[in-house]
């Protein structure tokens, strides 16, 4: 037996089978092109600010650990996103490493994680990261959740955590307020309500957790321009966090992300002239694809948007697209209500302009 078949059986042994039959999380190479693939904000801090910003973290003592808690950031999050006074915080590196400090606390083989199809990805990845079962509702044909069939899941399955994103990724659009209410009530376990695209709905289920012990609802600024942070925000009753805080990795939140945030808070309303302006360019941007013969564009309430082409061509336009320089994101190989579609991401004026246009063509 040779060293590299040797090696081969004692992977296949060791790691756990469901493991090795995942493929890792892709990330595109996008230099060199128009990236409207990861729903991220595309633009950049004025050079006055960057320069103030540079000299904040000219003064950040590297040589020493992070300050654990983050607590100077905390409360500027929970002023900024008006987290109510009666909630903890749990920060995390990016809203990734909350849904897992979360199933990791609530991890079994007998703890169901429950969401919708089509949802967020991370959710099935991380369950199976946790050997938790993971069982996903068809949202109905216009992507709302089909109440009667959700609650009977929760009935079936008593489900430990559910996950419902608002808007949802990848469909952009607003669950029903009273449906989500109601599997709230519904629920033996927590709700987590994932408003990762918050500043782009203005609708938020924070104010009601003072309402329900069993909410969680669940933050990120990659959106508005600090993707590159890696920072998440959880907030809900005390005695959930205290439990999830106990699988955090300590630091988790870096001396730089924290000295950055903060400052980025403080001049939250140039973050917020920007997300104005994505909303109004997504709604330019949905205008332009609802005149073009044979394109499905659904209403968004996010900062991108889900279009539906003719059957059989979403490959085609991804990858002649993707060859003249603009990439987005094909949802076609995901199948079911996703079947035929695109996701583009809004990004600047000039970034929509040159993507409809090679958008057109590839359909001439």
């Known amino acids: 037996m040779n060293h590299k078949t040797e090696l081969s059986e004692k992977v296949e042994h060791f790691v756990r089978p469901e493991i090795r039959a995942l493929s890792a999380y892709h990330v595109p190479d996008s230099a060199d092109t128009i990236k409207l693939d990861a729903m991220e904000n595309p633009y950049q801090w004025p050079e006055?600010?960057?320069?103030?910003?540079?000299?904040?973290?000219?003064?950040?003592?590297?040589?020493?650990?992070?300050?654990?808690?983050?607590?100077?950031?905390?409360?500027?999050?929970?002023?900024?996103?008006?987290?109510?006074n009666e909630s903890e915080i749990l920060l995390g590196n990016g809203s990734?490493?909350?849904?897992?400090?979360?199933?990791?606390?609530?991890?079994?083989?007998?703890?169901?994680?429950?969401?919708?199809?089509?949802?967020?990805?991370?959710?099935?990845m991380i369950a199976t990261f946790m050997d938790m079962p993971y069982v996903a509702m068809p949202l109905k044909e216009d992507f709302s959740i089909d109440e009667a069939k959700f609650l009977a899941a929760i009935k079936e399955h008593q489900p430990a955590v559910i996950f419902l994103a608002y808007p949802n990724n990848p469909t952009?659009?607003?669950?029903?307020?009273?449906?989500?209410?109601?599997?709230?009530?519904?629920?033996?376990?927590?709700?987590?309500?994932?408003?990762?695209?918050?500043?782009?709905?203005e609708k938020s289920f924070m104010p009601m957790l003072k309402e329900y012990d069993n909410l969680l609802v669940m933050?990120?600024?990659?959106?508005?321009?600090?993707?590159?942070?890696?920072?998440?925000?959880?907030?809900?009753?005390?005695?959930?966090?205290?439990?999830?805080?106990?699988?955090?990795?300590?630091?988790?939140?870096?001396?730089?992300?924290?000295?950055?945030?903060?400052f980025a808070i403080k001049n939250r309303h140039v973050l917020d002239k920007q997300t104005q302006q994505i909303c109004n360019d997504r709604e330019i941007l949905f205008k332009e694809l609802s005149q073009i013969e044979n394109i499905t564009p659904y209403s968004s309430q996010?900062?991108?948007?889900?279009?539906?082409?003719?059957?059989?061509?979403?490959?085609?336009?991804?990858?002649?697209?993707?060859?003249?320089?603009?990439?987005?994101?094909?949802?076609?190989?995901?199948?079911?209500?996703?079947?035929?579609?695109?996701?583009?991401?809004?990004?600047?004026?000039?970034?929509?302009?040159?993507?409809?246009?090679?958008?057109?063509?590839?359909?001439?």
């Open 172 to 201: 952009s659009n607003l669950f029903d307020e009273q449906t989500i209410r109601n599997i709230i009530d519904a629920a033996p376990g927590v709700v987590v309500v994932d408003e990762a695209y918050h500043a782009f709905a």
């Open 302 to 364: 996010a900062n991108f948007i889900l279009a539906r082409v003719q059957d059989g061509e979403a490959d085609r336009i991804f990858n002649s697209l993707k060859e003249q320089g603009v990439l987005i994101k094909n949802l076609n190989p995901a199948g079911g209500l996703l079947k035929n579609c695109l996701r583009i991401t809004v990004g600047t004026a000039e970034e929509n302009k040159k993507f409809l246009e090679l958008f057109k063509a590839t359909l001439e």
């Open 219 to 262: 933050r990120t600024v990659s959106k508005m321009g600090l993707a590159g942070l890696r920072l998440g925000l959880l907030a809900g009753k005390a005695e959930w966090l205290n439990e999830f805080d106990k699988v955090r990795l300590p630091y988790n939140i870096n001396i730089l992300t924290q000295a950055s945030a903060e």
């Open 48 to 84: 006055d600010l960057t320069n103030e910003w540079l000299e904040v973290i000219r003064d950040v003592e590297l040589n020493r650990y992070p300050d654990p808690g983050a607590r100077v950031l905390k409360e500027h999050l929970r002023e900024s996103m008006e987290v109510p």
């Open 96 to 124: 990734d490493e909350l849904i897992q400090m979360i199933m990791m606390a609530l991890a079994g083989k007998d703890k169901v994680v429950l969401s919708v199809d089509p949802g967020f990805v991370m959710y099935k």
